[in-house]
């Protein structure tokens, strides 16, 4: 007779027999300690492709890395076939620590966070100056993610022979940000590019831009042997197709340096934001911070920014702009 509860001894034990096989299961695992190093430059349908040494491989993710997501930009460990023949295909099994992580959300209600790419050192945001319109809400949402993951920002403008760039520059002066102008006959001799190239050497850059502003067609010219298809934008409503439909990094000629296109983006949603780190961004407000009441929001009544400005230690106009890119949360992008 079996005997349960308080009279069941080691002889009651049922052993449940594996189906695979009789090892025991183990939550320990592998170090996999001789995995290649690799660079994932694109990620489509759950395929990966990544540089390894001087090859392209084809890898997907394995099994142990559980729900850890990869993203293009990130430095990981490949194991199993490595040599990039066709058909052949690899596995990741390690996702090395980020140094830079870039997020979205799809709106500022998204509870769920999207990394957009990983390990930039700059965020390059294609805006044109005329056909479409520039979209300043969208230019503030991209500047507040590049400060919150640390990114140095980039402006590059495109067609401004069809608008000057002055008007749109003044609202950002405060802000001291790198900024590029380039035109569409500079860009078609490759006058262009060559600005925008000084500026990505020997750096990781993300590119980010609504559709229609010429964003992949200056990647295509900072990366010529790399064509991406261009879309046509509707001359009535500014709207073009979208022409990248996944993120992929490239390198730019010489091996100075990778570009990372990104796809076109309508919205760029901020529920992650965290307005301590964007102040980061702002070196000259951040001593002002010690006299803010707890959890400030640095747009309040009692906010110490206030009298820090007031006392001369920095240009109000550095203050106004801090503020209005923490407001962006606060506005739709198209206000």
């Not at 979205?104 to 390990?119: M, Q, S």
């Amino acid at each position: 007779m079996r005997r349960y509860g308080k009279h069941t001894d080691e002889d009651d034990v049922r052993v449940r027999p594996n189906r695979k096989g009789n090892r025991p299961r183990t939550s320990i695992r592998p170090k996999h300690e001789d995995a290649a190093e690799g660079f994932v430059l694109t990620v489509d349908r759950g395929r990966l492709t990544v540089l390894v040494e001087d090859r392209i491989v084809m890898a997907m993710k394995a099994r142990e890395l559980g729900r850890k997501g990869v993203v293009v930009g990130d430095q990981v460990a490949v194991v199993g076939d490595l040599s990039g023949q066709k058909d052949t295909l690899a596995r990741i099994v390690r996702v090395e620590e980020r140094r830079s992580v870039l997020r979205r959300t799809a709106d500022d209600t998204d509870p769920f966070e999207r990394v957009v790419v990983a390990n930039a050192d700059q965020l390059a945001i294609v805006t044109a100056l005329a056909d479409p319109e520039p979209r300043p809400r969208l230019i503030d949402r991209c500047l507040v993610a590049a400060y919150d993951a640390g990114l140095e920002p980039l402006l590059v403008l495109t067609k401004s022979d069809l608008a000057p760039a002055a008007k749109l520059m003044e609202s950002y002066g405060a802000l001291g940000l790198p900024y590029v102008v380039t035109n569409r006959e500079e860009l078609a001799v490759g006058e262009a590019a060559e600005r925008v190239r000084e500026r990505l050497n020997g750096r990781v850059t993300a590119f980010v831009g609504h559709s229609g502003v010429g964003k992949t067609t200056l990647v295509n010219a900072l990366v010529p042997d790399r064509q991406r298809a261009t879309g046509h934008v509707n001359a009535v409503t500014g709207r073009g197709r979208h022409t990248t439909t996944s993120a992929l990094a490239l390198p730019l000629p010489g091996g100075s340096g990778w570009v990372i296109d990104t796809p076109g983006v309508r919205s760029f949603g901020l529920n992650h934001i965290d307005p301590s780190r964007v102040i980061n961004a702002f070196p000259d407000l951040v001593p002002g911070t010690e006299g803010c009441p707890r959890a400030c929001g640095h747009d309040e009544p009692d906010c110490a920014l206030d009298q820090w400005v007031a006392d001369g230690h920095a240009d109000p106009q550095r203050l106004y702009s801090l503020r209005r890119l923490l407001a962006t949360r606060e506005r739709r992008e198209g206000d």
